[in-house]
Structures are given as C-alpha cells and as structure tokens.
C-alpha cells in the first residue's frame, strides 16, 4: 500500500470512507452510512480520530487466546510506540467501553526497548524503521501489530493501516496473526486487501 501525502481534503476524504467501513461493521443500514459518512466529514475530524475509532472497531473483530490474559478481569491493553500522534483522541475513543466484558486500558512506549506486555501495538510511522525489532521483542507474544507505513504488512505486522487513492485503507496479513495466536473475524477480513510475507508465493 502506497501512503500518500495527507493534505487536508485528503484526510476529510478518508474519514468519510473510514466511517462507511465502520458502519459497515455494525451492519448499519445503507442510509444511515452515508449520512454519518456525511456528518463526519463535515466536522473535519482529524485523520487521527479516524484511526483511533478503527483501532477500537479492530479490537472487537480481533480474538485472543485465554493465555494472553491473567484472569478474567484483565483488561484489553491498546499500546502506540514512538511519537504519540493520538494525544487525547486514542483515550476519548476507548474510555468507558468494554470489549467482550473487558476493559481497554491505553499505553504509551517512546521506544521499542520500553515495549511491555500489551495486546495491541501500534507503531507509529517514525517507529517503522524499527519494525524487525518490534516483530523480534513482541515474537511468541499474542500482540496485533498495527502499522501505518508502506509495506509493513508485508514484513511481518498483522495490519496496515494507510490512504490510497485519497480512501483509508488497510492491509491484513492472515499468517502473521496466526504467528501470534490472533483469529481474525471473517468480517474484518472481507473488507481488507490480503497480503502475505514478503518473498511468500
């Protein structure tokens, strides 16, 4: 997936393709989709509440095996690694919401070497470089790799997120969620461009 420069139009764009793909989701109906679609590109929210709305959409059609959690409190950890581009809006979009039956707690890592026990990872841009050793730290792990760079579905992360063609997008590499034990939804992956290892026939 080839990310393109994100120029305001862009973004307003994206976020209304975004909101149909999440509605989508919730199996809404067709009217209701393009009058959110509508609304939401409207307010001019930023490509960021679109992501963090998707990260929160990727957590429900995401399962984990028992063995990711300590019991059965043990909230959903939602972790960004690198320069937090989110601020507020990644907090916003999880506060006070359950996902079947448990919590969504959000972490911060400045660096891969502050990476901790989390289930989901998101590697910022300027962290992508470093994603070898990302794969390498959270490997035997049940952790969803998400990326928001060209290509990084292909070496290894389970999901790339990205604007194509001024759309949001996203990339899903089946077997690098199996890697980590992770079943994704046959839903999400309908709506998703399938991509293999790189170098995989």
């Avoid at 998707?54 to 957590?59: I, P």
């Avoid at 590697?123 to 060209?150: F, M, N, R, W, Y």
């Avoid at 890697?179 to 991509?195: D, G, P, Q, T, Y």
């Amino acid at each position: 997936m080839r990310l393109r420069p994100r120029s305001p139009c862009s973004v307003r764009i994206a976020l209304a393709c975004a909101c149909l793909a999440l509605a989508t989701l919730a199996r809404e109906s067709p009217a209701h989709l393009d009058a959110a679609a509508q609304s939401s590109a409207q307010a001019g929210q930023s490509e960021y509440q679109v992501k963090a709305a998707v990260l929160f959409k990727f957590v429900g059609y995401v399962k984990w095996p028992e063995k990711a959690f300590k019991d059965a409190s043990d909230p959903i950890v939602v972790a960004v690694v690198g320069p937090d581009p989110f601020g507020s809006l990644i907090d916003n979009a999880f506060k006070d919401k359950l996902v079947g039956g448990r919590k969504l707690v959000v972490k911060r890592f400045k660096t891969t070497a502050d990476i901790e026990r989390c289930h989901v990872l998101f590697v910022v841009d300027a962290e992508s470089p470093k994603l070898p050793q990302i794969l390498e730290k959270t490997k035997g792990s049940q952790v969803l790799v998400v990326c928001e760079t060209s290509g990084a579905a292909e070496k290894g992360a389970s999901i790339n997120l990205g604007i194509e063609n001024k759309k949001m997008r996203f990339e899903i590499n089946k077997e690098a969620a199996k890697r980590c034990e992770l079943e994704i939804s046959s839903e999400l992956l309908k709506l998703a461009k399938i991509v293999k290892d790189e170098g995989a026939q």
